[in-house]
């Protein structure tokens, strides 16, 4: 960052395959100036979502971002000055602040957080991840002591914090990741049962032995094919939480759905649900005070993965799509 200028990541071309580096631009701006009702902000900690990707296809539970602009993300900021009510500098918020330096953006659009240490929390285990971790699980999953919890895409920041909740709730888990690396390090340190490292092939089978007893409750981070090996896996009564289908969002889609859809719901009467996290933004607070007490009781552990340097946010995205980050990948800016 430097006085006057503003750094910019801008997203260039709509990716048609698969995302590259050649699909943005790092330019610069003049810094933003905050109007009536607006606080300028200094944007600490950029958080990398698969839903990134997903939002360049089209407009979702958002607007599509578009060639040309700001690439959008969500982002923990710092209060430069303001001209709205109630913001002060110093003030930490959460905001969509996109991939730049500075953002001037209306306070309705603020979300205002604590001054935690690390703030980095604010975007991991207190923040969307969290969240989603949380309330997809518990209010859709509903899982109970004793049963067999399934979730794909284990490693990564949401699914990471899905297991380890079903853990501390009794349930027998078994994460789906790739390599066995990011397999032997659910089962070594987040207490997983079993881990099926599905760029092995055989996903059916192994997942199979790993749930002798067959799936309760899937905690659906990847849809497709993964999707497809665990719906004849689910025991009577199963709940499946769709969370997201990150197998479909970097590249071409699929050309055809998971198979079992809808026979396979009917015969074991399964409930199949998707959510999105802000729908559930009025209960936080419950979600959070689970949260923290788990932090502080050892019983959750935080795995974040803090890439450096505004410039590097691309590679960061692309990484993530191919599986590089073990929890919640953000950019410190
Ligand atoms: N519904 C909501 O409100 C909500 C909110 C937040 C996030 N989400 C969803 O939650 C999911 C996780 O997102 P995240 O941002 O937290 O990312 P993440 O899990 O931290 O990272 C994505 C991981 O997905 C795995 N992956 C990539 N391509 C895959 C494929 N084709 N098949 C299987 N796994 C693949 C990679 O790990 P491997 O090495 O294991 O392949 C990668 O590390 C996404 O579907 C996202 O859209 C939903």
Redesign the pocket.
Known sequence: MSDGINRQILLIDKPTGKLGPEHFKLSTAAMPEPGDGEALLRVRYIS????NR?WMHGATYRSAVEANTVMAGGGIAEVVSSKADGLAPGDIVFADTGWQDYVALPAKHLTRMPRIEPLTYLLSVYG??GL?AYF?LLDIGKPKAGETVVV????????SIVGQIARIKGCRVVGI???QD?CHWLTSELGFDAAVD??DGAVFKALRAAAPNGIDVYFD??G?D?LEACLPQMNNYGRIAC?????Q??GAPQTHGPRGVPGLIVVKRLVMQ?????DYMKERDRALADLQAWVASGQLKVQEDIIAGLENTPKALIG??????R???MVKV
Not at 152 to 159: D, E, I, K, L
Not at 243 to 247: D, F, T, V, Y
């Open positions: 990398l979502d698969a839903a997903a969307i991840a989603t997809g794909s895409a284990a490693a990564g920041s949401v699914g990741a790739g390599g990011k599905y760029k981070n990847v497709g993964i969370c997201g289908a990150i197998s969002y970097d998707g959510f999105i996290v802000m993530l799509l191919a599986g590089e980050n929890g919640k990948r």
